[in-house]
């Protein structure tokens, strides 16, 4: 009986793929997020996957998702609400600008660790061609459509570009 050997993602190796990848994929993770109610880190996760041609699995991504929900619906999230009200409160403009940078660090730090969670739990298996991005979609209970599809196709060409020796 044969056993396929299963990979798994270097947390550090994922995070500077994600800080060389994100500026330009930017707009469509966040438009994500906010519609879908997709979360960026397991966008950025899968791409880097896809790029090395490591495959997962539906149990696997629903496994990998559940692993970082408490970390981002109790810290992440909030520290994103609140950068994002500062500009409502009677701060002046250096006060405001201190105030969201410190959110901004520490919402950082909570990004990358939700990115260690998802390192931990995801497996991999070497395949040909992965198409992990579209697992996600239906992990979304998503329809393909059109403007996915050319979403697909940005991240893909996105990530593409992204040098796997420098990370």
């Given at each position: 009986m044969s056993t396929v050997a299963t990979q798994q993602l270097n947390p550090e190796q994922l995070w500077q793929f994600s800080l060389a990848c994100y500026p330009e994929v930017k707009e469509l993770c966040l438009r994500w997020q906010d519609k879908y109610h997709a979360n960026v880190n397991v966008i950025l996760a899968l791409c880097y996957a896809e790029r090395l041609a490591w495959q997962t699995n539906q149990?696997?991504?629903?496994?990998?998702?559940?692993?970082?929900?408490?970390?981002?619906?109790?810290?992440?999230?909030?520290?994103?609400?609140?950068?994002?009200?500062?500009?409502?409160?009677?701060?002046?403009n250096t006060q405001q600008s201190q105030l969201k940078q410190n959110l901004l660090s520490t919402e950082l730090i909570a990004e990358q660790i939700e990115q260690q969670l998802l390192c931990r739990q995801f497996t991999f298996t070497k395949v040909t061609t992965a198409d992990n991005l579209m697992l996600y979609l239906q992990q979304l209970d998503l329809t393909l459509t059109e403007a996915l599809s050319a979403d697909l196709i940005d991240l893909r060409q996105v990530s593409a570009q992204i040098p796997l020796g420098a990370l």
């Open positions: 149990d696997n991504l629903a496994a990998a998702i559940l692993e970082i929900v408490p970390l981002n619906s109790q810290v992440t999230q909030i520290l994103r609400q609140c950068r994002q009200h500062i500009a409502g409160l009677p701060l002046d």
